[in-house]
C-alpha cells in the first residue's frame, strides 16, 4: 500500500512535465497558426490573391475550426472571381462566430452583383431571423440594394435603425452615427436619380431577368414616371411571385393613389401592417381619401392634422390654402401661402448646410430647422451632436422639448386600413 502511495507521488513530476511540454507544444502552435493568418493576410492585402489562397487552404485544412482562415479563404476566393469558391468557404464559418456576419456581407455582394437582388435581400432577412448571428449590423447593408430599387422610405428607415443603435450604445455622436444622419438628408434630400435606377434595374435584368426585385424596382420608376399602365402590370408579376409581399403592397398603395383608384387602395390599406407607419402617412393617406369626397370641410380638417406632423408638406399646404380660398376665406389663405413660403425659405437654408458639410459646426441649427420642418430623425441625430459639442445650447434646449412631444411611427398591431378608419373618425371629430 505504501508502495503504490510512493509510485503515485513518483508520477506527479512525470505529469507537470508532460503538461508544461504540451502547453509549449500549443504555444507553438498558436504562433504558427498566426503567423500563417499574418503572411495571408499580408498577401490578401498586397493583392496576392492565388498566394493567399495557397496558404489559407493549408491553414483550413490544418485547422477545420478556424472561422477567420474560413473567412479570409472566401474573400480571395471572391477578389478572383470565383464566386462559388468563395461560397463554399463561407459556408464553413460557424452562425455563432463573429465573422458570421462579414461572411453574409460578402455573400450579398456576389447575389448583388450577379443581379440576384431578391436572393440577397433574402439573406440578410433569414440571418436576421437567426438568433445565433449577431446581426446589428446587417440591415444597413440593405440600404443600396433598396435605393436601387426605388424602395426610398425603406432605405431611410434603414438608416434610422442603424443610428439608434448605435445611440443605444452612447455612440450617437460617433463619427460613424453622424454619417448616418447626413446619409439621410442627404438622400432624402437628393434621390438617387431615375436614371442611375433604369441603369441599374437594366444591368441587373440583363444578369438575372427573373429576379422579382427587379421587376419592383421597374415598377417603382415607372409609378415615379406615371407610366402608370407598366406599373400595374409590373406590379402584378411581382403579387403572383410573392402575393403577401409587403414592399410589392407598399408600391401598390402608391400605384393606386397616384392612379386615383380608391377601390385599390383600400385593397392595399387591407394588405399593409400599420405597426411601423409615420403618422405623416397615415394622415397623408387620410387626406387623399378624404379629397375623394368632395366635402372641402372635411378635407381641411385633415390636411389641418396632416400640417400638424408634417409642417413642411408644401403640397399639402398649398391644397389647404386653395381649399380655403374656395371656401371664401382670402386672408386665412394668403396667410397659408405666407407660411408655405416660410417653410421654403428653411428648406433652403437646411439644404444648404447640408451641402456644406460641416455637421460638427452646423449641428445646433440643423437641429433647430429639422424641427421646423418636421424631420424628426435628423433632428434627433443633429440635437444629439450639438449636445455632444456643447453647441447652441439655448437652441439645443429648445430642440429636446419640441423632440418629446414629436409623434412617433405606430406601434398597434392590426392592418393598416384599421388605422385608417381610426384616424378619419378622429379626424372627423374634429371641430
Known amino acids: 500500500m505504501e508502495g503504490r502511495r510512493v509510485r503515485r507521488w513518483q508520477l506527479i513530476p512525470v505529469a507537470i512535465a508532460l503538461a508544461i511540454g504540451l502547453c509549449g507544444w500549443r504555444a507553438v502552435d498558436v504562433r504558427r497558426y498566426r503567423s500563417g493568418l ?3 493576410q499580408a498577401d490578401l492585402d498586397g493583392g496576392r490573391f492565388a498566394l493567399a489562397a495557397n496558404k489559407l487552404t493549408a491553414l483550413v485544412t490544418w485547422k477545420p475550426g478556424s472561422d477567420e482562415a474560413w473567412y479570409l479563404l472566401g474573400t480571395c476566393e471572391a477578389a478572383r472571381g470565383r464566386d462559388e469558391a468563395a461560397e463554399a468557404a463561407w459556408s464553413h464559418i460557424a452562425p455563432g462566430s463573429p ?3 462579414r461572411a453574409i456581407q460578402g455573400r450579398l455582394q456576389i447575389e448583388a452583383g450577379a443581379g440576384r437582388l431578391a436572393r440577397a435581400e433574402d439573406l440578410v432577412l433569414r ?14 447593408l440593405l440600404s443600396p440594394i433598396y435605393c436601387q430599387e426605388g424602395r426610398l422610405e425603406e432605405t431611410l428607415g434603414l438608416l434610422e435603425a442603424r443610428w439608434k443603435a448605435l445611440d443605444a450604445k452612447g455612440e450617437g455622436a460617433s463619427e460613424a452615427a453622424v454619417n448616418l444622419v447626413r446619409a439621410h438628408a442627404g ?4 434621390p438617387v436619380p431615375r436614371q442611375a435606377i433604369r441603369d441599374a434595374m437594366d444591368q441587373a435584368a440583363a444578369l438575372a431577368p427573373g429576379d422579382d426585385r427587379i421587376w419592383l424596382g421597374r415598377a417603382n420608376l ?3 414616371e406615371r407610366a402608370l399602365d407598366e406599373a400595374r402590370r409590373r406590379l402584378e408579376d411581382c403579387l403572383r411571385r410573392r402575393p403577401d409581399d409587403v414592399p ?8 393606386a393613389m397616384a392612379s386615383g383608384r380608391s377601390d385599390e387602395v383600400d385593397r392595399a390599406l387591407g394588405r399593409l401592417p ?4 409615420p403618422p405623416a402617412e397615415l394622415r397623408r393617406i387620410v387626406a387623399w381619401r378624404v379629397g375623394r369626397l368632395a366635402d372641402p370641410t372635411r378635407e381641411r380638417r385633415a390636411i389641418d392634422r396632416l400640417l400638424e406632423v408634417d409642417p413642411a408638406d408644401t403640397a399639402a399646404m398649398e391644397r389647404l390654402a386653395a381649399l380655403t380660398a374656395t371656401m371664401g376665406d382670402a386672408a386665412v389663405a394668403a396667410e397659408i401661402r ?6 421654403e425659405r428653411r428648406q433652403r437654408r437646411y439644404r444648404s448646410l447640408e451641402a456644406r458639410g460641416q455637421p460638427l459646426r452646423d449641428a445646433a441649427e440643423m437641429a433647430r430647422l429639422a424641427v421646423e420642418l418636421g424631420e424628426w430623425f435628423e433632428a434627433r441625430g443633429f440635437l444629439t451632436l450639438a449636445e455632444a459639442v456643447g453647441d447652441g445650447r439655448n437652441e439645443t434646449l429648445a430642440v429636446a422639448a419640441s423632440l418629446r412631444s414629436a409623434p412617433r411611427p405606430m406601434r398597434a398591431a392590426g392592418s393598416l386600413a384599421a388605422a385608417v378608419a381610426a384616424e378619419e373618425a378622429a379626424g372627423h371629430g374634429v371641430r
Open 274 to 277: 400599420a405597426a411601423g407607419v
Open 38 to 40: 499574418a503572411e495571408a
Open 338 to 343: 405666407d407660411r408655405r413660403a416660410e417653410v
Open 127 to 140: 440571418a436576421l431571423a437567426d438568433p445565433r448571428i449577431d446581426g446589428a449590423s446587417l440591415p444597413i
Open 187 to 190: 438622400l432624402r434630400l437628393n
Open 222 to 224: 415607372a409609378i415615379d
Open 248 to 255: 410589392v403592397w407598399r408600391s401598390w398603395l402608391r400605384w
Open 99 to 101: 465573422f458570421a456576419p
